[in-house]
T-cell receptor, first 114, second 114 residues
Framework: GDSVTQMEGPVTLSEEAFLTINCTYTATGYPSLFWYVQYPGEGLQLLLKATKADDKGSNKGFEATYRKETTSFHLEKGSVQVSDSAVYFCALSDLIQGAQKLVFGQGTRLTINP | GAGVSQSPRYKVAKRGQDVALRCDPISGHVSLFWYQQALGQGPEFLTYFQNEAQLDKSGLPSDRFFAERPEGSVSTLKIQRTQQEDSAVYLC????????????FGPGTRLLVL
């Protein structure tokens, strides 16, 4: 079945550092890819998404590019802030297969120190 | 506008007790999903409704889990004879017919079975 593998956490960085959180996927169809973020005490929020190969999703300074050749969707940000501290989840949705559900990775906890 | 709401936010149950968790989706959203998130893990799909029809219940872990959405709006996830392994955060998400990709999540219900 479909699966998502994320970089193990936790990740701790200093403010203004460059961030990469790796995400790779396995899918039998043509999935859409997502990054969701969970801030402390809050629910999951969509951060960005990409629906086809070579699409780049971006939001709040974060970016991720849908790479079909490497089955990856790595999350990047050039200069992180303390407010970016949260848990980040990579996910896929394979609509072609008729599956409406999201399949999530295990999450990566990010802590940014001032 | 109002987002997805869930109640109760926290529930403590004794082993063997029945519980009912409620989800109020965003008004007008036809699709509704339930996920289970164990501590330190990503959410895992439980079941999916389109309006009042339960189209996919492949993720329900046992016949003790039952979900309904009788009028195509509010949904209830019921767990009978709770076990300790049922302790988790239960997340509800909804999606509009127009946006085929994005699911909007509620804050979750944290269930602790003692």
């Amino acid at each position: 079945g479909d699966s998502v593998t994320q970089m193990e956490g936790p990740v701790t960085l200093s403010e203004e550092a460059f961030l990469t959180i790796n995400c790779t996927y396995t899918a039998t169809g043509y999935p859409s890819l997502f990054w969701y973020v969970q801030y402390p005490g809050e629910g999951l929020q969509l951060l960005l998404k990409a629906t086809k190969a070579d699409d780049k999703g971006s939001n709040k300074g974060f970016e991720a590019t849908y790479r079909k050749e490497t089955t990856s969707f790595h999350l990047e940000k050039g200069s992180v802030q303390v407010s970016d501290s949260a848990v980040y989840f990579c996910a896929l949705s394979d609509l072609i297969q008729g599956a409406q559900k999201l399949v999530f990775g295990q999450g990566t906890r990010l802590t940014i120190n001032p | 506008g109002a987002g997805v709401s869930q109640s109760p936010r926290y529930k403590v149950a004794k082993r063997g007790q029945d519980v009912a968790l409620r989800c109020d989706p965003i008004s007008g959203h036809v699709s509704l999903f339930w996920y289970q998130q164990a501590l330190g893990q990503g959410p895992e799909f439980l079941t999916y409704f389109q309006n009042e029809a339960q189209l996919d219940k492949s993720g329900l872990p046992s016949d003790r889990f039952f979900a309904e959405r009788p009028e195509g709006s509010v949904s209830t996830l019921k767990i009978q004879r709770t076990q300790q392994e049922d302790s988790a955060v239960y997340l509800c998400a909804s999606k509009s017919a127009g946006d085929s990709e994005t699911q909007y999540f509620g804050p979750g219900t944290r269930l602790l079975v003692l």
